[in-house]
């Protein structure tokens, strides 16, 4: 078999399991939205059995066999980039997944199932001691997954497989960066007068919310043609394929602004997803470089885009009509002020940009607790709060507002969760910066409603590639420069402390 043959070969067999995690993508995306609710026991198994299928068709020692024979042609490999990363993410997969026993991928895929489903339960009800014994397997798990590796920190291989190229150290050292400049900005900013006139906090049909939800997603140049919008409990993005990229978000009749900044946020990582270059489908390297990358990418277009004076002064005369009686004594200043107040809260999802990154240093510090034993889950209520009263200054009442709120270590795994949130917020500013240098009418192009230039320099500059680099050549190749703080913190300080009205 020559080059041409086993490269071939080799991509016969990834596009083919490609297949099958699409499919495991969408009993996801089923799971999430329209499961009736005795269904999920039945899911579990069937998301547990395509999962081994999965990873008996990737461990398969001919794949191995194949690399082996591509990387023998070193000199040809090397000669093709798409070729020579194609190969490099297999290979890198490969190496992990064979490390990594079918039953424990069985068992995970299973308990993650049965887990999710209790924890709904839970913060329905308030409920932690029925979350309690899944999450304490959750943590076993999690330790047992990171055992199958050699590791600096039991985190590492948590961290590297939704942030490959961080770990433990590094993130830290970037965290105690920011956080050493941003948390006296934050209590400055709380210490000054706060307008505490909630202008918003009127009853907004769900049904218009909707309407004017898709309206917003158009004027972005959301592709309906190869995405759509559902409901969900907890907003998420997924990519079936290239003609298939769903997003999800939740509605609050007297919350609009939630779903309206969570469409748009799981709408950042369809543009993401829908820029990948279409000859990278059915291959490893389609799909986001990492949780961090994509991140950015939802922080930037809901954050940085969305909450901008310039993208209302475009959107609120249309908001206004659709809300006449809500908004019609609601200027647009008094508007933008309210969207970016800055106040204590105990919601990350619903945290303003100042103090959202607490949110996740919280949870990136109780990940390692647990995970180094120094934290019991049965104390992680206790642990938690008093984290929220250290770091925000708030008494949070009970479970469902507290160590429940989130999904992520009751579908996931305990370690690697969170951390790529904060490191998304400052690639976000980092690449934004970038597109406007490159961009100099950007801020005049947001305010007349054209949004195609700065998704058309993303698609060319970071898009496209998909998962050819990771996150840091990317960012790097993308802004000429390495992971900095000091564009995120220029932003936060350019735009706060925002004047409020009276």
């Given at each position: 078999m020559n080059f041409d043959q086993a490269f071939q070969k080799l991509t016969n067999i990834i596009e083919e399991i490609e297949h099958l995690n699409s499919i495991s993508k969408l009993l996801h995306w089923?799971?999430?939205?329209?499961?009736?609710?005795?269904?999920?026991?039945?899911?579990?198994?069937?998301?547990?059995t395509i999962g081994k299928i999965i990873h008996d068709k990737f461990t398969n020692p001919y794949i191995g066999d194949l690399l082996q024979q591509l990387k023998d042609n070193s000199t040809i490999l090397n000669n093709n980039s798409y070729m020579s990363r194609y190969v490099s993410v297999i290979e890198r997969n490969y190496n992990k997944a064979i490390k990594i026993p079918a039953s424990f991928v069985a068992t995970l895929a299973e308990h993650q199932s049965v887990s999710y489903e209790n924890w709904m339960?839970?913060?329905?009800?308030?409920?932690?001691?029925?979350?309690?014994?899944?999450?304490?397997?959750?943590?076993?798990?999690?330790?047992?997954?990171?055992?199958?590796?050699?590791?600096?920190?039991?985190?590492?291989?948590?961290?590297?497989?939704?942030?490959?190229g961080f770990n433990t150290e590094n993130i830290k050292q970037v965290f105690n960066e920011l956080k050493k400049e941003l948390v006296p900005f934050v209590k400055s900013v709380l210490d000054n007068p706060q307008n505490n006139n909630d202008i918003l906090t009127k009853?907004?049909?769900?049904?218009?919310?909707?309407?004017?939800?898709?309206?917003?997603?158009?004027?972005?140049?959301?592709?309906?043609?190869?995405?759509?919008?559902?409901?969900?409990?907890?907003?998420?993005?997924?990519?079936?394929?290239?003609?298939?990229?769903?997003?999800?978000?939740?509605?609050?009749?007297?919350?609009?602004?939630?779903?309206?900044?969570?469409?748009?946020?799981?709408?950042?990582?369809?543009?993401?997803?829908?820029?990948?270059?279409?000859?990278?489908?059915?291959?490893?390297?389609?799909?986001?470089?990492?949780?961090?990358?994509?991140?950015?990418?939802s922080r930037l277009w809901e954050n940085i885009v969305g909450r901008s004076y310039e993208f209302w002064e475009f959107f609120y005369p249309t908001l206004v009509e659709y809300f006449p009686e809500q908004l019609k004594t609601v200027s647009l200043e008094s508007f933008y002020a309210q969207i970016n107040k800055v106040e204590r809260s105990f919601i990350r999802t619903e945290a303003d940009e100042l103090t959202y990154n607490l949110h996740v240093l919280i949870r990136f510090q109780l990940e390692i607790d647990m995970l180094e034993n120094k934290l019991?889950?049965?104390?992680?209520?206790?642990?938690?709060?008093?984290?929220?009263?250290?770091?925000?200054?708030?008494?949070?009442?009970?479970?469902?507002?507290?160590?429940?709120?989130?999904?992520?270590?009751?579908?996931?795994?305990?370690?690697?969760?969170?951390?790529?949130?904060?490191?998304?917020?400052?690639?976000?500013?980092?690449?934004?910066?970038?597109?406007?240098?490159?961009?100099?009418?950007l801020a005049q192009d947001i305010k007349h409603g054209q949004f195609l230039p700065l998704r058309s320099w993303l698609t060319d500059n970071l898009y496209q590639y998909g998962k050819m680099y990771d996150s840091q050549e990317i960012l790097e190749k993308s802004t000429s420069e390495k992971l900095t703080t000091k564009h995120y913190m220029s932003y936060l300080k350019n735009k706060f402390p925002i004047k409020t009205l009276a």
């Open positions: 089923d799971q999430s939205t329209y499961l009736p609710d005795d269904g999920f026991s039945a899911r579990g198994k069937q998301m547990a339960k839970a913060k329905e009800t308030n409920n932690f001691k029925l979350i309690q014994p899944y999450l304490e397997k959750t943590l076993e798990l999690s330790k047992e997954y990171s055992s199958f590796f050699s590791y600096d920190h039991i985190a590492d291989p948590l961290i590297s497989e939704s942030d490959y009853q907004f049909p769900i049904s218009r919310q909707e309407e004017f939800n898709h309206f917003v997603l158009k004027k972005l140049n959301f592709d309906f043609n190869r995405g759509r919008l559902d409901k969900t409990a907890h907003p998420f993005m997924i990519n079936l394929s290239y003609g298939d990229i769903r997003i999800t978000t939740r509605y609050d009749e007297y919350n609009f602004t939630d779903s309206l900044f969570s469409t748009i946020h799981e709408m950042g990582h369809a543009f993401y997803e829908m820029g990948i270059a279409k000859k990278l489908e059915g291959s490893l390297l389609y799909e986001g470089t990492s949780s961090s990358v994509h991140e950015s990418q019991k889950v049965a104390d992680l209520p206790e642990a938690w709060n008093a984290l929220y009263k250290e770091n925000l200054s708030v008494t949070v009442p009970n479970n469902t507002l507290g160590c429940l709120q989130d999904v992520h270590w009751y579908a996931g795994m305990i370690g690697g969760q969170f951390q790529g949130y904060t490191l998304g917020n400052i690639m976000s500013a980092q690449f934004f910066a970038a597109a406007k240098k490159a961009l100099p009418n």
